[in-house]
T-cell receptor
Framework: DAGVTQSPTHLIKTRGQQVTLRCSPK?????VSWYQQALGQGPQFIFQ???????QRGNFPDRFSGHQFPNYSSELNVNALLLGDSALYLC??????????FGNGTRLTVT | SQQGEEDPQALSIQEGENATMNCSYKTSINNLQWYRQNSGRGLVHLILIRSNEREKHSGRLRVTLDTSKKSSSLLITASRAADTASYFC??????????FGTGTRLQVFP
């Protein structure tokens, strides 16, 4: 039974570019959440998707957007990349009210 | 923004010793969870304690929760080198949105 898978594992982009990160949830999970983790910090909540709708959003600008597909997989899009967007982006899946299962993340470097 | 603080920020101990890390948070919660993160990888859920519980055990882990002080502690007994990792507390106000603390980096020396 595969857990949460994220792609790509590493990515290097230039300021101003756009990036799309992908996540496949653990089998049976219907909720996908995205977190940003800066070096040496705890993960910060970006947003959560359930039934293909954004259910909750953290304190992130509109440059951060997402999507959930009918098979529950999800994408995180970031436009107009800034140097400060460099971080580990974590996807987590769950059932409502249950603990999160995390993927190993995508390390994004913006130069 | 982070929900709260964890202390210590870093902890170094010998194998066999106990490790205690503390977490403070700011708002009312439905439950509090502890996660472990090995370097540069995803987080692994360790234990969940609900707001109406005061103590919970799971194997070598013991978690306490004091909602009046808005604080929790995680005790790892008889630590092993494999316990070396960062440990995060995370609070859930009942919305399935987890707010993580700043983390404690634990180093266990053989």
């Amino acid at each position: 039974d595969a857990g949460v898978t994220q792609s790509p594992t590493h990515l290097i982009k230039t300021r101003g570019q756009q990036v799309t990160l992908r996540c496949s949830p653990k089998s049976g999970h219907d909720t996908v959440s995205w977190y940003q983790q800066a070096l040496g910090q705890g993960p910060q909540f970006i947003f959560q998707y359930y039934e293909e709708e954004e259910r909750q959003r953290g304190n992130f600008p509109d440059r951060f957007s997402g999507h959930q597909f009918p098979n529950y997989s999800s994408e995180l899009n970031v436009n107009a990349l800034l140097l400060g967007d460099s971080a580990l982006y974590l996807c987590a899946s769950s059932l409502t009210g249950a603990p999160l299962h995390f993927g190993n993340g995508t390390r994004l470097t913006v130069t | 923004s982070q929900q709260g603080e964890e202390d210590p920020q870093a902890l170094s101990i010998q194998e066999g010793e106990n490790a205690t890390m503390n977490c403070s948070y700011k708002t009312s919660i439905n439950n509090l969870q502890w996660y472990r993160q090995n370097s540069g990888r995803g987080l692994v859920h360790l234990i969940l304690i609900r707001s109406n519980e005061r103590e919970k055990h799971s194997g070598r882990l013991r978690v306490t929760l004091d909602t009046s002080k808005k604080s929790s502690s995680l005790l790892i007994t008889a630590s092993r080198a494999a316990d070396t990792a960062s440990y995060f507390c995370a609070t859930d106000a009942g919305t399935d949105k987890l707010i993580f603390g700043t983390g404690t980096r634990l180093q266990v020396f053989p």
